[in-house]
């Protein structure tokens, strides 16, 4: 006779042999991978982690569509540009849901835009695009702001006296100054303490998405939630961010002037009412804070990392910043820079576009969900499956680049020094989930890179010699903390 424990363990033994029976049957029908291991799957082949090199490897393994296991969910990977291109552009709207069980989607708590699905997402999506054009992106009115941020970043690194300093705080307060202006329609002072506790609560976040916990609760989310470690973290920081957008918010309710809305948050505010007898209508003001935590995350951490790069780049490649230099002192007479200018600038703008390629910032991308049953080359994947568009894979696909593993401004030129985009250029993704943002980063970058390489050339400090270009792995690629010198021209 078997004692109570003993049977307990048998049926707990039966119930694990099941379900492990389950994930074998279910990958015969997925594309090849690594055979999961009974509960983890692939975790341990992964490291806990979606590392764009893990990921390389296992493509060179299984090839360009492969399967891993986050514990018991699968994982369909589509690596380089033509399999990232057969699933989320030509099946751009299938493969449009996000994942319903996983940290981000918990952190965000399935709201807003970045991680919502179905109807609230379009809603959202289409309020936060049209939104963004109403402030007037692609128009004068937020270029100016950008110029105006441009020309007090230029004026904070004139203070630094060519000596060395870490160039990154002075960065994240100019990207974060332009969404600020966009959402909460005002700018901070650099020394402001909310403005430091915002932007380390951005910096705690993505490192925790990034992280083994992270992967650890995308694949046991009912048991993670509960337990105490460093992902809490990433919670309370989310809080933070919330709670301040909730005080703007009440500030706005009583401040703002229905017929002139100055920002995001009175924009969605005038939504709520106008829809407020629509049975359908997202619009509320759950969503509301949402849509703002997720343009101000997403909105700085990725265009700053990106101008971290640049500069880094400048002092590794000294030639190609003599080389941006020249052109612009060729071809630019202006005293502000427009996002117009690039036209005349190709050799400025394939560095730019080379640097959000090589940079890499956004790594592997953000998983996606198919949101029917669909085909992918000779796989059937079913609904809910999770995919993700591998996209350091298209950026260094060697089929597309003239040297995928080398920083060169070549890539975006033709023989004539004009400049030549490329289809695998997919920094901001792809698909009806390509970046919300990408129009705003790209006159960001190229007005703030342009305005700092007009005005100063950038050394490495006394006695440095080497350039460490290698990434340090987040939920973005981002350099190492580094010091440069900026000497007035
Ligand atoms: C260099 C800067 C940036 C890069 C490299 C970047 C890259 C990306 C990538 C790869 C995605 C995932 C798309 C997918 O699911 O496949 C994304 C999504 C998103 N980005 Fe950006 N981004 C940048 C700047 C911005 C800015 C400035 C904003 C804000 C205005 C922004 C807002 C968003 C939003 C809201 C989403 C979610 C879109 C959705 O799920 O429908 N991004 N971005």
Known sequence: MLSFFELLLLLLSCLFTLKYLKVI???????????????????????????????????????????????????????????????????????????????????????????ANGHMWKQQRRFGLMTLRNLGLGKSVLESQIQEEARCMADLFTAKK?????PSLILDHAVTNVISAVVYGHRFSIDDVTFKELINCNHCIVENIGSTWARMYDAFPWLMKHIPGPHQAAFRHMNYLNQYTKKEIEIHKQTRLSEEPQDVIDYYLAQIEKSKNEVDSTFNEENLMSVITDLFGAGSETTSTSLLWALLYMVAYPDIQHKVHKELDIVFDGSKLYYEDRKHLPYTNAVIHEILRYGNIAAVGIPRTCIKDFKVRNYSLQKDTMVLANLDSVLYDPQYWKTPNQFNPQNFLDSDGNFLMNEAFMPFSAGSRVCLGEQLARTELFIFFGTLMRSFSFHLPEGVTEVNTKYVYKMTLQPHPYKICAVPR
Request: aromatic share 10%; no cysteine.
């Open 162 to 166: 060519g000596e060395p300093f870490d």
């Open 25 to 115: 049957w279910v990958t015969r029908r997925l594309p090849p991978g690594p055979i999961p291991f009974p509960v983890i799957g692939n975790l341990w082949t992964l490291s806990f982690k979606l590392h764009p090199e893990t990921l390389k490897k296992l493509a060179e393994s299984y090839g360009s569509i492969y399967t891993v296991w986050l514990g018991e969910t699968p994982l369909v990977v589509l690596n380089g540009y033509k399999a990232v291109k057969d699933g989320i552009v030509s099946h751009s709207e299938v493969l449009s849901g996000r994942p319903v069980a996983s940290f981000l989607r918990d952190l965000l708590r399935g709201r807003g835009i970045v991680m």
